[in-house]
C-alpha cells in the first residue's frame, strides 16, 4: 500500500459528544500510514477551508445524526474541491443513508467493520 | 537535485532542466499561490513535503526573495498547552490587523509512518478566518521537533507574503531545537509543576528560549516553578533575559501579555542588530539541512543496494573491520552522488 504522505481530513459536524468513533477510525487510519488531519467538531466552513489548505486527499465525516449540516459540509468541499472524495460515518439514518449515497459519498454506519473503512480510504485516496 | 558547486564555486542544482514541462507547471502555481491562491499555496506545500526533484523546483522559484517575514516558534513538552495558546495568540495577532500562517508540527509513527496531526482540534476560533492559514505537519522522520520540509514551507509562506509566521513544534524533551535555527522569537511553553532548579538550568531547550510561557498559570505550583525559573535565569545580563509570562491559554488569559511580549522581542533584537545574525544561522542551518536530506537519500538508496550486504557479510566472516567498511561505503557513497543518474 502507498499510503505514505496520503492526508485525510476527519472532522465532526454533529453537535453530539460521541467522540468514539471518529477516534477509533483516525487511528486505525493512522496504523495503515495516512496523515489523518483531525479538526474535531467544526462548521462547515472550516471543514472546507481545512480541505483546502490541508491539501488532503480524502476527507471522512462524523455526521451523528445531523444530515443537515453534513450535507451543507459535502455540497462546501464538493465546490472547493471537487476532486476530493467525501466518506461519512456515525449515526445515520437510513433515509439519510440514501440521500448521502445519492450525493455520491461513501457510508459507513454503526457496525461497519474497521478494516473495510481503512480499504475504502485505501481505495480513495488512491493508494492501493 | 543535488547540490554541487561548479568550477567556478557557483553552485548548481542537479536536475535543473530534467523535466521542463512539470518544472513550468510548479512555475505557474508560485505564481498563483503569490497572487493569494490558498489551494496553490497548499498544494505547492505538498510538493515541498514529497521532497525530490519537485521540491526543488520549486526552491528555485523562492530562492530570488528577500526575506523580510517574521518568525515566531512555540515549543515545549507534550500537553504543555502549545496548541491551545497558539489558538489564542492567533487571537491577538489578527485583533492586531495581522495576517498570520501557522506551521503545526506533530509526529509520524516510527512503526506505520502515519500521523495522527490533532493541532487543529485546539485552533476553531480561527479555522475559517481568511486572515489564518494553518497547515498541519507531520514529522516524517525528522528528530528535531520540526518536519523536513517546515524550513521550505516557511520560506514558501513568505515568498506569499505572509509577513507573521508561527511554527508550532512538536511535543519535546530537552534537545530537540531545530527551532531555534529556524525561528526569529523563540517561545518555550512550560507549566506548573514542570520541574525544579537543576531542570532550569539543564542545558538544551531552557537555553533557546526568547520567551517562557508558564502555561495553566491556575494550577497548584506557579510560583514555585516562576522562582526556579527566575533562579536559572539570574546570571543572564538584564538585557538578554528571557520574559517570563502567566497564560491560562484554554481562558485566553494571558494572551494579550505574550503578544507583546513578541513584540518587545523583535524590537530588541532588530534594534540590536541581532536579528540579522540570527538569520544568517537560519539559513546556514537550511542549507545544511538541505544538503543532508539529499545525502540521506543517497544512503538509502546505498542501503538498498548489495554493496552494503556484501560489506555486512564480509564483517560477519572476520574479513574486515567496521572503520574499514565504512570506507569502502563512504567511496559508494561519494560515486552514487556523483553518478550521472542523478544529474
Same mark, same amino acid.
Given at each position: ?16 459528544? *460521541? ?46 445524526? *445531523? ?27 437510513? *433515509? ?33 | ?8 564555486? =557557483? ?11 512539470l518544472e513550468q507547471q510548479l512555475q505557474g502555481e508560485l505564481e498563483r499561490a503569490r497572487k493569494g491562491d490558498r489551494g496553490a ?17 520549486v526552491e528555485r522559484g523562492l530562492s530570488a526573495r528577500a526575506a523580510d517575514s517574521y518568525t515566531v516558534g512555540i515549543t515545549g ?64 522522520? =525528522? ?201
Amino acid at each position: 500500500m502507498k499510503t505514505a504522505g496520503k492526508r485525510i481530513l476527519m472532522a465532526k459536524t454533529g453537535l453530539d459528544g *460521541h467522540w468514539r468513533g471518529p477516534t477509533v477510525v483516525a487511528k486505525a487510519l493512522r496504523d495503515a500510514g495516512f496523515e489523518v488531519i483531525m479538526i474535531g467538531m467544526a462548521r462547515p466552513e472550516e471543514v472546507m477551508q481545512a480541505s483546502i489548505d490541508e491539501d488532503v486527499d480524502l476527507v471522512g465525516l462524523n455526521i451523528g445524526g *445531523h444530515v443537515d449540516v453534513a450535507v451543507r459540509a459535502i455540497g462546501m468541499v464538493r465546490e472547493a474541491r471537487p476532486e476530493v472524495p467525501i466518506f461519512v460515518g456515525g449515526v445515520v439514518p437510513p *433515509h439519510a443513508k440514501r440521500k448521502l449515497e445519492s450525493l455520491g459519498v461513501e457510508v459507513y454506519p454503526p457496525g461497519s467493520q474497521l478494516p473495510d473503512i481503512v480499504a475504502a480510504a485505501v481505495r480513495l485516496t488512491g493508494a492501493a | 537535485m543535488l547540490l554541487r558547486c561548479g568550477l567556478r564555486g =557557483q553552485p548548481e542544482i542537479l536536475g535543473a532542466g530534467m523535466n521542463p514541462e512539470l518544472e513550468q507547471q510548479l512555475q505557474g502555481e508560485l505564481e498563483r499561490a503569490r497572487k493569494g491562491d490558498r489551494g496553490a499555496l497548499a498544494r505547492l506545500i505538498s510538493v515541498l513535503e514529497r521532497g525530490g526533484y519537485g521540491a526543488a523546483c520549486v526552491e528555485r522559484g523562492l530562492s530570488a526573495r528577500a526575506a523580510d517575514s517574521y518568525t515566531v516558534g512555540i515549543t515545549g513538552a507534550p500537553g504543555a498547552g502549545k496548541s491551545t495558546l497558539v489558538n489564542a495568540l492567533l487571537g491577538e495577532m489578527v485583533a492586531d490587523a495581522q495576517r498570520v500562517a501557522l506551521l503545526a508540527v506533530d509526529p509520524s509513527s516510527p512503526l506505520s509512518r502515519g500521523a495522527l496531526l490533532g493541532d487543529r482540534v485546539r485552533m476553531h476560533s480561527h479555522a475559517a478566518s481568511p486572515a489564518v492559514f494553518i497547515r498541519s505537519m507531520a514529522s516524517r522522520g =525528522q528528530l528535531g521537533g520540526l518536519a523536513v520540509a517546515t524550513r521550505s514551507a516557511r520560506r514558501l509562506l513568505e515568498a506569499c507574503g505572509w509577513p507573521l509566521i508561527m511554527i508550532e513544534t512538536v511535543g519535546v524533551g530537552q534537545v530537540e531545537l531545530d527551532v531555534a535555527s529556524t525561528t526569529d522569537t523563540v517561545v518555550v511553553v512550560l507549566n506548573p509543576g514542570w520541574g525544579d532548579e537543576v531542570q532550569a538550568n539543564k542545558a538544551g531547550l531552557m537555553e533557546v528560549a526568547d520567551i517562557f510561557v508558564i502555561n495553566k498559570a491556575d494550577k497548584a505550583g506557579l510560583e514555585a516553578t516562576r522562582r526556579d525559573l527566575e533562579g536559572a535565569l539570574a546570571s543572564l545580563p538584564q538585557q538578554r533575559r528571557p520574559a517570563i509570562v502567566e497564560t491560562v491559554a484554554t481562558e485566553g488569559r494571558g494572551a494579550v501579555d505574550l503578544w507583546a511580549a513578541i513584540c518587545a522581542h523583535r524590537q530588541a533584537i532588530e534594534e540590536s542588530g541581532e536579528l540579522r545574525e540570527r538569520r544568517l544561522g537560519q539559513l546556514r542551518a537550511e542549507l545544511r539541512g538541505f544538503v543532508e536530506a539529499h545525502l540521506e537519500v543517497a544512503l538509502d538508496e546505498l542501503f538498498a543496494t548489495d554493496c552494503a550486504d556484501l560489506q555486512l557479510a564480509a564483517i560477519g566472516r572476520g574479513a574486515v573491520d567496521m572503520p574499514a567498511a565504512g570506507d569502502v561505503l563512504l567511496a559508494e557513497l561519494w560515486s552514487l552522488v556523483n553518478s550521472p543518474k542523478r544529474r
